[in-house]
C-alpha cells in the first residue's frame, strides 16, 4: 500500500544514489520500522552491514498500473 510516508521515502531516494539510511529521519519518525519493509521491496537496494539504502526503480502509482 501507498502512503505519504512512502511517497516521501521514494521522493527522498529519488536520485538513485546509495543514502545513509539515518536520511530516513527526514521523512519518518519510525525509520527503523520503514527499513524492515523496504528492504523486502524490490525498488530499493538495503545494505544493512553499510547502513545504507537506494532507489532501484520508481515504483508506479496505482492509476499508472496497466
Known sequence: MRTKVYDSIVELLSDGEWHPTDDLWRVTTEPADWL??????????????????????????PSERS
Open 36 to 61: 524492515k519493509i523496504l528492504a523486502g521491496d524490490s525498488h530499493f537496494e538495503y545494505d544493512d552491514a553499510e547502513a545504507k539504502i537506494r532507489l532501484l526503480s520508481t515504483p508506479a502509482r
